[in-house]
């Protein structure tokens, strides 16, 4: 544990008491949200203190205003304090580089976690890997490794710690590298709940940081405004797959808009996980198909090339490789397809999965790791 | 006059005797049973009163109390109508009372005298000769039943005016000849099963060490199929053993008295309540897990169980009895069964790999956490299967379920030898596994596994049980690297 650098006095009281001034509003943005479905978030939190408050509550606006100038810095310090956090702002050298040029970016972060300087974290050394909830095997997959692979040449993942893409990512990157996570509610709080653990380890070696005070809800407005937030930290944005529609489509747009690089993990084209991603694509985001395409945007082509191979495989195992590879996931659908003995495959396979090249779900399917098998001699 | 005999109630699995005293008087003609009896039993009268007289007895037009003792035993059901009746002839001088006292009856009674059957016959009538009875008398369908009871006279009567030659100092009926316990009913057969290898591989595994198996994949792929014909390779009861069984079904009246060494298989639907698996109800009730003792529960379509039910499971699962207490007494049913689960990977069955599945991401939480659940993680073999491919479909049929079930039974003989008592690799405990005589390269798998694979200690003792037993099967002393591997890819994975 380094430390982050920064404490809970080292953002000046104005730019934290925007942050306040944001949790108690939360409840006003959502229902201005639900009024006008059109109405995005992100534009919302780009006014003034008094734009913002009288664009979603009117009616109260003196009394929150006031309320809101009157909140002592003691009172921040003292919050923040309580639940271990931390917090920096736009006056600070060490906040984020890529925070401080967008208009609507967050005046101040408030963060938990110790794992390293949050001056490190920089647009240029940082990578946003964001993707479905529910996703697939495969893209979960795709993500733990891009995640990993991306965290081992030293650059720091940025994910959401939702569901499946985001969290697998998180995961990758713990096992090589930094990582953090950018939630939509205080940042003191595990969210979702299931993430708990993800969510602790995370604390030891990476960062957890939002705009949110220690102790706010999550709430569905949250969401997009953090996507901004993703999507502005790092110099590139990679969707793993999204269907129609899904959040991770609207993180891309933003970081598009704000001038960074896109990049999509190409899936099936006939259904719907990867429906987004593809459509990505033909727009025109940069096809990336493992950690070697995110290097070459990022850093430069050929900067570091990556390549993992496994060790040593016998010669009779190979095929069982390449059964897997064609979308036998169960042992007796591998041994019909090899015309093999089961129980011969099935010693194969577990083998394949302790050497690495294999992993099986909870359901008992076997998918393909991105390891790949040194050649023969 | 006063006469009594004796009956039996059920309660919980076993019989418990009831004595039966009539005493008849002068009086206002009344009829009354005391002795907390339930609705049934109170309704007897009725049908004592119509039998005796459509028998041609004359039923006395006096004042009639029926006792049944002890007072404080809830008297259940209709079996103890031909008790009534017998008692009842005595105090009424129809019959000898020295006769009917030694004697135990069970028996429902029809009106025109006709006895019907009771459940419980073969407990009642074991019940009897612990009670010091010098017989019991049955009905004809529950005769068979009853005489596998040794050391105890059975006789079955058809009708209640029979008992007229009691009179006569004759005991009626005749002496049934018990059932035929090597008869084995034809079951479906493994040779059904076609491809599968491993399917297979995993049912003869969890046959012969009796682990819980859990074979999840998408609908059509033989899941159900494979999970029924398990019961066609378990090693048969032992005498002892099909008594157990056989009182428990004839109890709970299922398996219409057909009475064999073939051991049980329950595959109770996916609604049942947590009272209805594991028993319960008042006056309790044995459920599904015991009804499946000392054979296989199958669980079709897992994930759809209220989780109410299968958390109830987990205990019972771990001591192999279920104790069910209640204001008015505690209740210990056996329950060793090998615990047999198949599943969807989602609600639409296809898996969420697939492309064409459209369940929501909540539905496949909900699967998931069950899948990884603390009852999974009491099963020691989870397996995934696809649909067989043509060419195994049209592909000869698989092995004999006779073959295969030779090999559990050596197998078994192996792990009795092992233990020292017919126990089997899942009940071994953690010192025993570590007992287990490895290979080097299996020890060095093992090893490996750990390194790059998460796995427990709970899951490291099962993956040794498992690959103990298949090396049984192979007739291995020693477990040997194949057998280490078969059994890691058998084990159950962590959630990612």
New interface residues.
Partial sequence: MSGAGVTAESACPECLRRSWLIARLADNIQVSCDDSPGNRTPELLRLSDEDLTSAVAPKQLDEVLSGNSDITEALMVGALLDSGCWACCHHDPRFPDGLKDGADAPRALIGKGEGFPLSEVTTEASVTIVGS??A???G?EVARTLGRDVASTGLTVVSGMA??IDG?AHRGALERGRTVAVLACGPDRAYPV?HKRLYRQILETGLVVSELPPGCEPRRWGFPARNRIMAALSQMTVVVEAAFRSGSLITAEMASDAGREVGAVPG?V????AAGTNELLANGAALIRDARDVIDRVIGVGAMPLRIVGPPVDRELRPVIDAVERG??????A???LAR???E???????L????YLT????????RTSQEAPDET | MLAETTAFTIDGISARPVRVEVDVQRGLPTFQIVGLPDAAVREARERVRAALVNCGYDFPLKRITANLAPADLRKVGPGLDLALAAALLGAAGEISTDLIRGWAFAGELALDGTLRPVRGALAMAEAARAHGNAGIVVPPENAREAALAHGVDVRSIENVSELRRLSEGIFPGERPAPLDLTRVPALPDMSDLRGQGLFRRALEISAAGEHGLLVVGPPGAGKSLGARRIASILPPLSGDQILEVARIASICGVGGGAISAVRPFRAPHHTVSAAGLVGGGSPPRPGEITLAHRGVLFLDELCEFRRSSLEALREPMEIGEVSIVRATGRQNLPCRFTLVAAANPCPCGRGEDDPGCECTLMAIRRYGAILSGALADRIDITLGVAQPGAEAMNGPPGELSADVRKRVMDARMMMENRYGSPRTNSSASSAETKAFEIEVGATRTLADAHLTQRISGRAHDRTLRVARTIADLDGCAVIGEDHMNTALSLRRREAK
């Fill in positions: 909830r529910r697939t095997g495969y979960l569901l499946g697998a299931s099936q006939t259904v719907g996980p036998c996931g169960t042992v007796d659908g041994a019909d397809f003995d089961s129980v495959v099935a010693v194969g396979m577990a083998r999965e302790v050497l690495g099986c779900s909870i359901t008992g399917n076997y998918s």
